[in-house]
């Protein structure tokens, strides 16, 4: 899959890493790229191959009225999601909520709502932009961590269900990218305009998973192991 004249459509294409998937696809050539958010007038790309749509992954009917609008999508970038704060125990169970229904429901809905558009087009691509939290959770990240963990797993077993109608599944696991999401976070962070970049070079090599950073191999490494040093390596690295 080669962006050159594709046609995509990107979630929370208004800032951090989904603004950064606009710019590179448009930089590689795609002809059409539908660039959407709650709120899209805050999109700032200036470019006649960009459309903006209104998308919300908590609204089921703009995300069906996207699909309507968007009949010609080849590639499906799901970006949009938020960060809560939330803990399980004693965090508000209604932001919890709030995660799961953004990062696992939100970006199903979209996926189910897209998975006909692209199968008729031929079949494309979706990239799924994860986490390395996907993989482990670190103090105060408890209910984004579950989320994204259930989102990575979701993201493997539509790609085993749109296997037939020729459509790649991509995840994408990072760990903190120099975004307004992580503007609290003082730890390394990479340049978000390199997880639109890997993602893209994976999957014009037919990769189905990307790991941007090294934090983030480091983490899958570690899933081989006893977790109780991985985790006492992470308290003393966060200072928690």
């Given at each position: 899959?080669?962006?050159?004249?594709?046609?995509?459509?990107?979630?929370?294409?208004?800032?951090?890493?989904?603004?950064?998937?606009?710019?590179?696809?448009?930089?590689?050539?795609?002809?059409?790229?539908?660039?959407?958010?709650?709120?899209?007038?805050?999109?700032?790309?200036?470019?006649?191959?960009?459309?903006?749509?209104?998308?919300?992954?908590?609204?089921?009917?703009?995300?069906?009225?996207?699909?309507?609008?968007?009949?010609?999508?080849?590639?499906?970038?799901?970006?949009?999601?938020?960060?809560?704060g939330a803990g399980l125990v004693t965090g508000d169970l209604a932001e919890v909520s709030?995660?799961?229904?953004?990062?696992?429901?939100?970006?199903?809905?979209?996926?189910?709502?897209?998975?006909?558009?692209?199968?008729?087009?031929?079949?494309?691509?979706?990239?799924?932009?994860?986490?390395?939290?996907?993989?482990?959770?670190?103090?105060?990240?408890g209910a984004y961590s579950v989320a994204k963990a259930a989102e990575w797993s979701m993201t493997n077993a539509?790609?085993?269900?749109?296997?037939?109608?020729?459509?790649?599944?991509?995840?994408?696991?990072?760990?903190?990218?120099?975004?307004?999401?992580?503007?609290?976070?003082?730890?390394?962070?990479?340049?978000?305009?390199?997880?639109?970049?890997?993602?893209?070079?994976?999957?014009?090599?037919?990769?189905?998973?990307?790991?941007?950073?090294?934090?983030?191999?480091?983490?899958?490494?570690?899933?081989?192991?006893?977790?109780?040093?991985?985790?006492?390596?992470?308290?003393?690295?966060?200072?928690?």
């Amino acid at each position: 899959m080669n962006p050159t004249g594709q046609t995509a459509l990107v979630t929370g294409a208004n800032r951090g890493i989904g603004r950064q998937f606009v710019l590179e696809l448009l930089d590689r050539g795609a002809a059409k790229v539908y660039a959407t958010a709650r709120h899209p007038d805050a999109i700032d790309v200036d470019d006649p191959r960009v459309i903006r749509l209104r998308l919300d992954l908590l609204d089921p009917d703009s995300v069906a009225a996207a699909a309507a609008a968007a009949q010609d999508v080849t590639v499906l970038v799901n970006n949009a999601g938020i960060s809560t704060g939330a803990g399980l125990v004693t965090g508000d169970l209604a932001e919890v909520s709030r995660a799961l229904d953004t990062h696992f429901w939100g970006t199903l809905g979209v996926i189910r709502a897209f998975a006909p558009v692209l199968g008729a087009n031929g079949g494309g691509a979706i990239v799924n932009v994860l986490s390395a939290l996907s993989w482990f959770v670190a103090p105060g990240a408890g209910a984004y961590s579950v989320a994204k963990a259930a989102e990575w797993s979701m993201t493997n077993a539509v790609r085993l269900e749109l296997a037939a109608q020729h459509t790649v599944v991509q995840g994408v696991l990072l760990g903190s990218a120099d975004t307004d999401m992580s503007a609290g976070y003082d730890g390394p962070k990479i340049d978000p305009r390199d997880v639109p970049r890997r993602s893209l070079d994976a999957l014009a090599e037919g990769k189905i998973e990307v790991v941007v950073d090294d934090w983030t191999a480091m983490v899958k490494a570690s899933l081989a192991g006893d977790p109780a040093p991985f985790y006492a390596q992470i308290t003393a690295m966060l200072g928690a």
